[in-house]
């Protein structure tokens, strides 16, 4: 089994960080936040590693070269710049000939991939996406009005309640006949899934109770690194507590 990590991306919202090292190099208890990332799928029995790369990835490649100081086995599908999700994933076509597992590279999670995998192949999806129940509060007071402006409703607040992606997949290769390759960039969310569905592909969500937190901003991230690592926390294993916000 072969897992990409989707390392392209240039951080915008991680600046005046980024503008040194890619979003994924970002540091964590003094080390990049890409390599807990290949310690979690190493620990999940993934060996072989695909990052696909565009931003700044001199800087991942000479961190990680080949990946056996790491006890995994890297490669590098590369592009001059950010394609978007599914172009950056598309990058790495000619190595992904089986099915995979794909992984944002800007998330920390335990997920069971073992268990991620077993559900794709009984349920013979083409794609199967991890997702997260996640709970937000609107800040304001919601108003209901029919077509005459009169008022139907008023909730204080609410507290709304869905299904979010958590950025980790399992996927079949006829997953890159949907990625349009000549239009960049494009994204698995917003180009790659809807139109699947259009076409009436099998694709499966998976829950189970797992950590899991998203490294977007740099409030992110300073969170994220005292969580993990205030108080005397084990560097080498960090564990997440489930993180209730928007991914």
């Given at each position: 089994?072969?897992a990409?990590?989707?390392?392209?991306?240039?951080?915008?919202?991680?600046?005046?960080?980024?503008?040194v090292?890619?979003?994924?190099?970002?540091?964590?208890g003094?080390?990049?936040l890409?390599?807990?990332?290949?310690?979690?799928?190493?620990?999940?029995?993934?060996?072989?590693?695909?990052?696909?790369v565009?931003?700044l990835?001199?800087?991942?490649?000479?961190?990680?070269?080949?990946?056996?100081?790491?006890?995994?086995?890297?490669?590098?599908?590369?592009?001059?710049?950010?394609?978007?999700?599914?172009?950056?994933?598309?990058?790495?076509?000619?190595?992904?000939?089986?099915?995979?597992?794909v992984?944002?590279?800007?998330?920390?999670?335990?997920?069971n991939?073992?268990?991620?995998?077993?559900?794709?192949?009984?349920s013979?999806?083409?794609a199967?996406?991890?997702?997260?129940?996640?709970?937000?509060?609107?800040?304001?007071?919601c108003?209901?009005?029919?077509?005459?402006?009169?008022?139907t409703?008023?909730?204080?607040?609410?507290?709304?309640?869905?299904l979010?992606?958590?950025?980790?997949?399992?996927?079949?290769?006829?997953?890159f006949?949907?990625?349009?390759?000549?239009?960049v960039?494009?994204?698995?969310e917003r180009?790659?899934?809807?139109?699947?569905?259009?076409?009436?592909?099998?694709?499966?969500?998976?829950?189970?109770?797992?950590s899991w937190?998203?490294?977007?901003?740099?409030?992110?991230?300073?969170?994220?690194?005292?969580?993990?690592?205030?108080?005397g926390?084990?560097?080498?294993?960090?564990?997440?507590?489930?993180v209730?916000r928007?991914?």
């Open positions: 089994m072969k990409a990590i989707l390392a392209g991306e240039a951080g915008i919202r991680l600046r005046p960080l980024t503008y090292y890619p979003k994924v190099m970002m540091p964590l003094g080390k990049p890409l390599e807990y990332t290949i310690e979690y799928l190493k620990g999940q029995g993934v060996h072989e590693i695909v990052l696909c565009a931003y990835r001199s800087r991942i490649k000479e961190y990680f070269n080949d990946g056996s100081d790491f006890g995994v086995k890297l490669s590098y599908a590369e592009a001059d710049e950010p394609l978007g999700t599914a172009g950056q994933l598309s990058t790495a076509k000619h190595i992904l000939t089986d099915t995979f597992i992984m944002n590279g800007d998330i920390l999670t335990n997920l991939l073992s268990d991620l995998l077993q559900t794709h192949t009984v013979e999806n083409m199967t996406i991890a997702v997260r129940r996640f709970t937000s509060e609107v800040p304001y007071g108003v209901e009005l029919d077509d005459g402006m009169r008022m409703g008023f909730r204080e607040k609410p507290v709304l309640t869905y979010a992606n958590a950025g980790v997949y399992v996927m079949n290769p006829k997953v006949d949907y990625i349009d390759t000549n239009t960039p494009a994204d698995l180009d790659v899934f809807p139109a699947m569905i259009a076409s009436h592909e099998r694709i499966g969500g998976y829950m189970k109770e797992a937190a998203h490294i977007g901003s740099v409030a992110d991230l300073e969170r994220v690194d005292k969580e993990l690592f205030s108080n926390n084990n560097h080498d294993k960090p564990e997440l507590h489930p209730q928007q991914a």
